[in-house]
């Protein structure tokens, strides 16, 4: 692949008069790379959505809704929020659901009106939905029956908009409704991600109208960018392409399921397809064939799941255009089945680098270039700024490993309701502290480790402090640690290693038990190991995984 040809595209995309020109502007008072020519809220976006008229937007099961009927749906549900619990620019509608119409119906309608989506996670058990609701105080909680009942014992102190039961009504409150008109700022909070962290509780990222609609054009740009270089090596197929259609089967209360899922495909007029439930990796082979999937991106295991079916081979997968993985790092043996599977073979891949509080990818590597570099995140995207800075701060040149710092116009406000995680993640100048250790080579960005001791376990962020308290709220337990280990389908699986009480016994089970009373499935250690010696700690009393782990000796000496 010619490299130099690459940047020539993308020079004329980003250069004067090209669609996606970078000027200088200022965003929160810091002067830094803009688009010249973009989307100013997402009610814009949505607005703009009229122009795929009856095109199917939504499918899910055998509901279908196309982009007009969407349209509809979303000005009366607006209408309702804000006629009947009085929902206007700041307020926090919580949507806690399965991935289903009514998701994305509540989002479209709380940010068109100036309110911000609070996307939460639906694994979550009833202490960290009680916790979630109370800490994004919100005005009005949309939730489904499943997890309603999870919490049937908890006066959770809001209203509740039940999609069973209440839906119905709310839709129909007024058809003749126009999308709401109030000004939106492109800086306004739009959405609140709930992302982990060491603290022991998952932190609220808040994203603006102006992040989300960037991560959605240099998305755009992405494809484009790859389609002119196709055309210029002469790989481009033949023919109007079809419409778009995007499988989704990552949550939508992740930044990939909203985001690259409900936001984006919206904005390029593409069907997105929905499954609730459990993932079933024969299921989307089904949906890939029957709705002629076009693209398909998993997150942790699903890719694997689905590409190593015994079944595979009986289902017509020749739509797919292409295919991605996220939440996990995709080992270049996985990326070779991708190409084996997707008809476009190497196009078909995309990765990149990103996390909630940078709203989307900082870096991004697609087709020839990531066959080239399977483990590689790729290269800065436009309006992009990323730094490997040392533990004084100071950026560090090519090659050489230290914390990854990313700046840009679509970063994160803050943490919602923290300032003091705020400052430590925004750093002067409004560069985000990401935690994740990395290098530059040649221009393209590794990734080596993480810096804080998160697991990342089939793209679920793990903190392991959350469960190591629980641990110790155990009689039989007098200190725990828990750490990530490596796993070739989840990338990671969460191992405990417990001390017993004095004249205690531990049973790894009755412990798994106990931790699955007030923390999600997904957190509950697989691996477990008992240890009769204190853990090793630092001075300040902090344990050394590394030390637990065996990747180096312990060099603390207890006075």
């Known amino acids: 692949m010619s490299l130099e040809r690459l940047r020539e595209i993308e020079a004329q995309l980003t250069g004067p008069g090209g669609p996606f020109e970078v000027v200088a502007g200022e965003v929160l008072g810091e002067r830094m790379q803009v688009l010249k020519q973009r989307k100013r809220s997402l009610r814009q976006l949505l607005e703009e959505s009229a122009a795929h008229g009856d095109k199917e937007y939504i499918v899910h099961g055998e509901r279908r809704i196309g982009y007009a009927e969407h349209l509809r749906q979303v000005a009366s549900l607006a209408a309702a929020f804000r006629e009947r619990y009085g929902i206007g620019p700041g307020d926090r509608v919580a949507i806690l659901a399965e991935n289903r119409p009514e998701w994305i119906l509540s989002f479209w309608a709380s940010v068109s009106l100036g309110g911000i989506a609070a996307a939460l996670n639906g694994w979550w058990t009833a202490d960290e939905i009680l916790y979630g609701v109370r800490h994004c105080d919100p005005k009005l909680l949309v939730i489904d029956r499943k997890r309603r009942d999870r919490v049937a014992d908890r006066d959770l102190g809001v209203p509740l908009a039940v999609i069973e039961d209440d839906f119905p009504e709310l839709l129909a409150h007024d058809p003749q409704a126009a999308l709401p008109s109030q000004p939106i700022a492109e800086d306004d909070p739009a959405v609140i991600l709930y992302t982990s962290g060491t603290t022991g509780r998952p932190k609220g990222a808040v994203n603006t109208h102006r992040g989300v609609c960037g991560f959605v054009q240099l998305v755009m740009m992405n494809g484009l960018r790859m389609l002119l270089l196709n055309q210029a090596q002469g790989r481009a197929r033949g023919g109007a392409p079809p419409q778009p259609c995007a499988l989704m089967t990552v949550p939508l209360f992740h930044l990939s399921g909203l985001y690259a899922g409900a936001v984006m495909m919206l904005a390029v007029g593409a069907k997105t397809v929905w499954r609730s439930g459990r993932f079933d990796p024969e299921d989307v082979l089904r949906l890939i064939e029957k709705e002629r999937v076009t693209n398909w991106s998993g997150v942790g295991s699903m890719a694997y799941r689905a590409l190593h079916h015994p079944n595979l081979p009986k289902y017509d997968l020749s ?241």
């Open 319 to 559: 739509s797919l255009r292409n295919l991605g993985s996220g939440g996990a790092p995709v080992s270049p043996r996985m990326q070779q089945r991708m190409r084996e599977v997707a008809p476009t073979g190497s196009q078909a891949l995309a990765l990149g680098y990103g996390l909630s509080e940078s709203v989307g990818v900082a870096t991004m590597i697609t087709g020839l270039e990531l066959e080239e570099r399977p483990t590689s995140a790729g290269r800065v995207v436009p309006t992009h700024e990323v730094e490997i800075r040392d533990p004084d701060d100071k950026p560090l040149p090519e090659g050489q490993e230290g914390e990854i710092h990313i700046r840009s116009p679509y970063l994160m406000l803050g943490y919602w309701g923290d300032p003091a995680a705020t400052e430590k993640a925004l750093k002067p100048g409004r560069w985000l502290a990401t935690g994740d250790i990395g290098r530059f080579e040649d221009g393209y960005l590794y990734i080596n480790s993480r810096a804080r001791d998160m697991i990342l376990r089939n793209a679920e962020n793990i903190y392991p402090v959350e469960i190591e308290h629980r641990l110790e709220a155990h009689p039989a337990v007098a200190e725990a640690a828990v750490l990530g280990v490596e796993h070739e389908v989840l990338g990671q699986e969460v191992k405990a290693i417990v001390v017993p009480a004095a004249g205690a016994e531990i049973d790894p089970r009755e412990l798994g038990a106990w931790v699955a009373e007030t923390l999600a499935a997904y957190k509950v250690p697989s691996l477990w190991e008992v240890r009769r010696e204190p853990l090793p700690r630092n001075a300040s009393g902090k344990v050394l995984k590394d030390v637990l782990t065996g990747e180096a000796p312990n060099r603390f000496v207890e006075e």
